[in-house]
């Protein structure tokens, strides 16, 4: 396996470790735990540190330590406060376009949420993401995707994002926007869309208030 390959291995596992929450935020990095963990030596793992540093997922402080940055709750209400103005928009749009073979899937695993299943976060977060990716592509905006997942992966480095473990009201939601797609009324799916985002940081707020 070249460096280069080592590199990008190195920068996808650490990565989704701070994601998924395994290397918390304000967690010190140590380049040597992490070669030895993954089993790499420097050169390859400071490529990928510093592609981290540079999407500002660690940081350097003036000691040269290297840190997992926190993501503050203001932050993430900005970045769903973002999000609602460009996915209303997209799933008007995409009510002009009708419904896709993905959004139709997604609906019937939306369903079993809503009905209760029970399911860990990160499971329900990859399909919260095909959603949303799902109703980009509908809208046939190319860009949006590429956007959303940047800002996806920001929000889900805040804590806040994991404290959920319920997830029938946000797939009822859900549900809502996909059947005004299906109907091909771009208002109720303006609205539809925008009305999750109210919940998505109304849930967020409630959150902060009890802790």
């Known amino acids: 396996m070249t460096s280069e390959t080592l590199a990008q291995m190195a920068y996808r596992r650490i990565k989704q470790d701070i994601l998924e929450g395994r ?13 030895e963990k993954l089993g790499i030596s420097r050169t390859p793992l400071r490529s990928a540190l510093s592609r981290l540093e540079r999407e500002n997922v660690i940081g350097r402080l003036d000691n040269g330590v290297l840190l997992v940055r926190s993501v ?8 769903v406060q973002l999000r609602q103005m460009l996915e209303s928009a997209a799933a008007a749009r995409a009510a ?11 609906r019937e695993v939306m369903a079993a949420y809503a009905d209760g299943l029970n399911v860990a976060f990160d499971d329900f977060w990859k399909e919260d993401d095909l959603f949303h990716v799902a109703v980009a592509q509908a809208a046939r ?15 889900r480095r805040c804590t806040i994002t ?7 009201d946000q797939a009822r939601e859900h549900i809502a926007v996909i059947d005004a797609i299906a ?11 925008s009305c999750h985002f ?13 802790h």
Not at 162 to 168: G, I, L, Q
Not at 183 to 193: I, L, N, T, Y
């Open 198 to 210: 109210d919940n998505v940081r109304h849930r967020f707020l409630n959150w902060l208030s009890r």
């Open 96 to 106: 002009a376009f009708g419904l896709t073979p993905e959004l139709e899937r997604l």
């Open 183 to 193: 109907r091909g009324d771009a208002e109720a799916a303006r609205d539809a869309m």
């Open 141 to 155: 905006l190319d860009i949006l995707p590429g956007i959303l997942a940047e800002q996806r992966a920001i929000a």
């Open 72 to 79: 503050s709750v203001e932050q993430l209400i900005e970045i």
């Open 162 to 168: 994991r404290t959920h473990d319920r997830f029938a």
């Open 23 to 35: 290397i918390p935020p304000d967690t010190i990095v140590s380049e040597r735990e992490l070669a």
